[in-house]
């Protein structure tokens, strides 16, 4: 990784830190709730596409430095299908639990239907909330085959800012497009290559360019939203991962160490959180009446948040646990922060 690339990433890990925050806060499942609710959850789920678009920000230099694209997909898969596979299990047999000892000692009538099952296993559905990771590998084949298959056209940044273009519209006509992972994340993802590319091009000195990208696309979101009221959501998202996306970028080395800290267990905030999901919102329902509060929903988003963060500095710990969370284990991280430092001089 070149220099103006480490100086950006402390900025990315801020970004996709805050991303996961969010996105645990997009599922909560807690109903009835206060009307107030909707409008944290709204906003919340303007992170899904901003998660998307970092993935997509961190593709190029993995792909750099892969030896091919058959050795670029069997790390891909090495790290997202055992994670992936694990999570699905674990929230299912969790609420099979839940459906035995809470909800009348009968499982739901769903475990019973074969569409719940591959949609489960390979599309992340079934109510798992894992489909982005599903659709991250799918969605990072794609990408793959595309960088080593056209060569330089591939490489250019006008390519993927083309691509995220095209998308986007089809997302905003199609609510259910815009919102669910069939084109949204491609989108995400082709955002985030473009912008990659586009910083490669500028080097260290482009903090101010990035950050007057930021402004530009927060005025543009804020005035569409104040005239619009209807705004379709994609297009909502797509601005605000624009606007966050050139930041981060301008942020460099700025962000500290807590931000480096929570990046790098994003992955496993984001896998780890719907078993929360599950066992604070069965706890808090036993404990209090609906229809459910604003300030108790922040409790649960607050609850599910530290937990899945506690959940994934411990796993992340240990060698036998450390892949649970897509993270490398301690040793072989340092084995490769010791080459890595060795090439550097």
């Given at each position: ?78 790290r ?78 006008v ?12 997302c ?9 992972p ?58 605000v ?36 999901t ?12 609906p ?21 994934a ?33």
């Amino acid at each position: 990784m070149d220099a103006a690339v480490r100086e950006r990433s402390r900025g990315i890990d801020v970004l996709r830190g805050i991303a996961a925050f969010f996105i645990a806060g997009r599922h909560l499942a807690m109903y009835p709730r206060v009307p107030e609710c909707e409008l944290m959850v709204w906003f919340c789920d303007m992170f899904v596409m901003v998660f998307g678009a970092v993935s997509g920000f961190l593709l190029p230099d993995s792909l750099a430095r892969a030896e091919g694209a058959a050795d670029f997909m069997k790390k891909k898969a090495l790290r997202i299908i055992p994670v992936y596979l694990f999570w699905v299990a674990a929230f299912i047999a969790l609420t099979a639990v839940f459906d035995i000892f809470f909800d009348g000692g009968a499982l739901n009538p769903k475990f019973a239907d074969p569409k719940f099952w591959i949609f489960a296993i390979l599309d992340g559905g079934g109510s798992t909330h894992l489909w982005y990771l599903a659709e991250l590998f799918y969605c990072s084949s794609a990408v793959c085959a595309i960088w080593f298959a056209f060569g330089r056209m591939s490489r250019s940044p006008v390519s993927w800012w083309i691509a995220a273009l095209v998308l986007l519209p089809p997302c905003a006509i199609w609510p259910e497009c815009g919102h669910g992972p069939l084109l949204r994340l491609p989108c995400a993802m082709s955002l985030g290559v473009a912008f990659r590319l586009s910083a490669g091009k500028h080097g260290a000195g482009s903090a101010g360019v990035w950050a007057a990208v930021s402004a530009v696309a927060l005025a543009f979101h804020f005035s569409a939203g104040f005239f619009s009221p209807h705004l379709p959501p994609a297009i909502r998202d797509f601005m605000v991962a624009v606007a966050l996306l050139g930041l981060a970028v301008s942020l460099r080395n700025r962000g500290g160490k807590f931000f480096g800290w929570l990046g790098a267990r994003s992955l496993g905030v984001y896998v780890i959180h719907p078993v929360f999901t599950i066992g604070v919102g069965y706890l808090l329902k036993k404990t209090s009446a609906p229809p459910y509060s604003l300030s108790l929903n922040a409790a649960y988003w607050a609850a599910v948040a530290v937990c899945s963060v506690a959940a994934a500095h411990i796993l992340s710990r240990f060698r036998a646990t450390a892949w649970t969370c897509g993270v490398k284990a301690p040793g072989r991280r340092r084995k490769e922060q010791a080459t890595s430092a060795r090439s550097c001089r």
